[in-house]
């Protein structure tokens, strides 16, 4: 999430009641997870295994647990409390705002686009020309939407990341401050789901075409002219390439690829990156020949051990 206007570090701690080391004055410009961030952005880090990451990463602000030597060119704000004072952050930069009607004024919707009764339209939403949104779709705030997209019944769009920390009182949740950007040509079938960036996009690719309950977990980049069939769940922060097919109930683990032009063929479950150009099936999913070799050779087994 980008700040705008920018902030100060005296500022931002300020907001936290946090010390910090550093140039009062120092820029903040975004908000963001460690994955995702650029140079100006605040990133937090809570736990000894990741501060290396955090502090050699691009980001220039770093919300930590713990006293340690500033590097050159960051600067530090200090917290017992990392992610709760992410949190803090994100919601004082992004407040909530309810919605008083259907389709929000701030929404921005271009020429030949159709809303069918009851579509929902959320704030500082856009969308393009010569789109059809189908009756009951609702599509939460700062969504973009290029133009000739068609998204059928009960599809949600933009709802909060699936993204918990787990504590002995409980779940705490890291609030979403991303979006969904969804290109041009696109088609969803009814009932998908596609949940916003936690602090970055999820996007959906120009010319790719969903069936009917497909979702798209958080921060999750699928490429151009894709192709999936019912059922098919992907996990938060999964990139597909262009030109993939995934078959109905496919399952895709968080955080792996899938490489241009593979094929995943129905009921297989990816719990790791995959080649593109290749056809695939089972769970694990591997290579369809490999696999269909196995089962064959899974099947002679009985007979291999009734000759024992």
């Known amino acids: 999430m980008q700040l705008n206007p920018t902030s100060t570090l ?25 994955h995702v961030v650029q140079p100006g952005d605040l990133t937090f880090v809570d736990h000894p295994k990741y501060y290396k990451k955090a502090l050699s990463s691009a980001a220039t602000t770093i919300l930590i647990n713990k006293k340690v030597e500033k590097p050159i060119g960051k600067v530090l704000i200090f917290s017992d409390d990392p992610f709760g004072d992410y949190t803090n952050l994100v919601k004082h930069f992004i407040q ?9 004024t701030s929404a921005i919707i271009g020429p030949g686009t159709i809303l069918q009764p009851g579509a929902f339209i959320g704030n500082h939403v856009l969308i393009g020309n010569n789109c059809l949104i189908h009756a009951n779709v609702s599509i939460y705030d700062r969504t973009e939407i290029g133009d000739n997209v068609i998204i059928h019944s009960g599809t949600v769009i933009g709802a909060d990341a699936f993204y918990f920390q787990r504590r002995p009182a409980g779940y705490r949740k890291l609030e979403s401050c991303g979006k969904v950007i969804i290109e041009e040509n696109v088609e969803m079938g009814a009932c998908c789901t596609i949940d916003r960036g936690v602090s970055g996009v999820t996007k959906i690719g120009a010319g790719t075409k969903f069936d009917n309950h497909v979702h798209v977990g958080h921060d999750t980049v699928v490429g151009k002219n894709c192709l999936f069939a019912s059922a098919v769940l992907l996990a938060g922060m999964v990139t597909i390439e262009d030109d993939v097919i995934l078959w109905g109930q496919v399952v895709v683990q968080k955080g792996v690829t899938i490489g241009k032009s593979a094929v995943i063929l129905a009921t297989s479950g990816v ?3 995959l080649e593109g150009g290749k056809i695939y099936f089972g769970i694990p999913a591997i290579e369809a020949r490999k696999k269909w070799r196995e089962l064959a050779a899974l099947k002679q087994l009985p007979d291999l051990l009734a000759k024992l």
């Open 10 to 34: 005296s500022k931002i701690a300020g907001i936290i009641q946090a010390e910090f080391e550093g140039d009062p004055d120092f820029l903040v410009s975004g908000l963001n997870e460690i």
């Open 96 to 104: 909530f705002q309810p919605a008083d009607r259907m389709i929000s």
């Open 271 to 273: 719990d790791k990156s």
